[in-house]
Each structure stands twice: as C-alpha cells, then as structure tokens.
Nanobody
Framework: QVQVTESGGGSVQAGGSLMLSCTTAGSIFRISSMGWYRQAPGKQRELVARVIQDGITIYADSVKGRFTISRDNAKNTAFLQMNSLKPEDTAVYYC????????WGQGTQVTVSS
C-alpha cells in the first residue's frame, strides 16, 4: 500500500504565493511520475503540473510561468510552488503518484481572494 499526503494549502490574497508538498509512504519501488491536479466546485478535476522521473515537466497553460513543480526522487516527494496566485486558482489540489497504478491524496484546499 502507498499513502499520499498533501500539505501547504491555505488562504491568500491575489498575487500571493503558496507552496504545496506531497509526501509518500509505503511500499514504493519506482515512481513513474508525480503530479498535481485541482478541482474547483462544479468543475472536473484537471491537470496542473506533472514531473516524470527524468525531470521532464508538463504544465497546464493556465499556470505556465506562475507555478513550478519539483521532485525529490530520493524522498519520493513532490512540491508545487505557486506564485502570482489568482482567484481562479481556488480549488482543492490533489497529488497524484503513478507506480503500478494511480495513487491519490486526500487533497488540500487553496483559496485565493481578490
């Protein structure tokens, strides 16, 4: 079993910054990729950013230039640095870990006020 835990969410004003952390625990042999998704009320869950093992990153167009994903392979941990936050970034943010299957955390709330 693999446990995924997000932390670092909170409430900020527009233009502010937050950093989310994703930690893992359990029987982990090799993580293929780690990513962040978000889901706003009434909307589908969407990809925010993903990093694969060789360091290649993928970002949603809406966050390019503002968000940065990083990964500590030794600790099987991922981070999402979010700068210049906008009210439309308000959502529950989920960490996704891909091993033999997808694993999800419980999510962390990010609220950006105007």
């Amino acid at each position: 079993q693999v446990q995924v835990t997000e932390s670092g969410g909170g409430s900020v004003q527009a233009g502010g910054s937050l950093m989310l952390s994703c930690t893992t625990a359990g029987s982990i042999f090799r993580i293929s990729s780690m990513g962040w998704y978000r889901q706003a009320p009434g909307k589908q869950r969407e990809l925010v950013a993903r990093v694969i093992q060789d360091g290649i990153t993928i970002y949603a167009d809406s966050v390019k230039g503002r968000f940065t994903i990083s990964r500590d392979n030794a600790k099987n941990t991922a981070f999402l640095q979010m700068n210049s936050l906008k009210p439309e970034d308000t959502a529950v943010y989920y960490c996704n870990v891909v091993l033999n299957r997808n694993y999800w955390g419980q999510g962390t709330q990010v609220t950006v006020s105007s």
